[in-house]
């Protein structure tokens, strides 16, 4: 059997996912990325082809992306980011009908990229500025809040009034923001369901400068959290494609790449 990988270095998780010669995924593995980027990354891979029962010779092509893919030497060769989340998005959102706007919230930044009918891309935009519309910002927030990360979304929806106002552009002011709505009595509840709004109004202003289609692709690990994605569709006023693993379309685009890449040189070779 012959495999295809891609291998996503993010600024906060390395994503790797592994495709068969009929394109189906047969493995994935998050990591968080550390500070080692390279050595992380090699053992990222390691792990993933033995979760998959797959040796390092069966291995065919590998294609490196995301924040630290220069760093990756064994990699076959490396794309943008921009340009494997389109291939992923695209290829994944064949099962809904097709997508042509993504939206992607990354650790460090955030994208809206339009892509045409073949999954090339039209235009994108990205902030990678502040990072108060990222990640990044959840962790700053549920750490203020003496929450999980991962319970954020849950909690949205238990608050009793309206979501608060967090107006601050900047992670530093928004997390004094915070600071200070739990000092005046505040519920969390409604502090959770007021960033994520303001998360979620700083990402439809990027969606709008590409121009949002009717279905919206939204992708990165913040995609997990229900909350968030609640927040993003009653500011677009539309349901959002959300994938089964949101953190992992990118390193799936590049994979699919790969495996395209290796059989165009196969038939190179003939």
Do not use: W
Not at 56 to 65: D, E, F, G, H, S
Request: aromatic share 6%; with cysteine; net charge negative.
């Amino acid at each position: 059997m012959t495999y295809f990988a891609g291998i996503d270095i993010g600024s906060t998780a390395i994503k790797t996912v592994l495709i068969n010669a009929g394109g189906e995924i047969v493995g994935i593995h998050v990591t968080d990325s550390g500070s080692l980027f390279h050595k992380n990354a090699k053992e990222a891979l390691r792990v993933l082809l033995e979760k998959s029962g797959v040796d390092r010779a069966q291995l065919k092509y590998l294609i490196a992306t995301g924040y630290g893919r220069k760093l990756f030497k064994e990699a076959d060769d490396s794309i943008s980011e921009i340009t494997a989340n389109a291939i992923g998005a695209h290829e994944t959102g064949k099962a809904y009908g097709g997508v042509r706007t993504i939206i992607n919230i990354g650790g460090q930044d955030s994208k809206a990229i339009q892509i045409d009918d073949s999954g090339n891309v039209s235009n994108f935009v990205m902030n990678d500025k502040c990072a108060a519309g990222t990640g990044r910002f959840l962790d700053v927030a549920a750490r203020n809040l003496d929450l999980d990360l991962e319970d954020l979304g849950d909690i949205h929806f238990t608050g009793s009034g309206a979501p608060l106002s967090i107006n601050s552009t900047c992670t530093v002011f928004a997390e004094s923001e915070i600071i200070g709505l739990l000092a005046n009595g505040h519920g969390k509840a409604e502090i959770v369901a007021g960033i994520h709004y303001s998360i979620a109004k700083r990402t439809v202003r990027l969606a709008k400068r590409v121009g949002i289609e009717d279905r919206v692709y939204f992708d990165g690990g913040p995609a997990l959290n229900k909350g968030l994605v609640a927040a993003i569709q009653d500011e677009l006023q539309r349901e959002l494609v959300v994938p089964q693993y949101p953190q992992t379309t990118t390193a799936y685009g590049a994979a699919v790449l790969a495996r395209s890449e290796f059989l165009a040189e196969q038939q190179e070779g003939h």
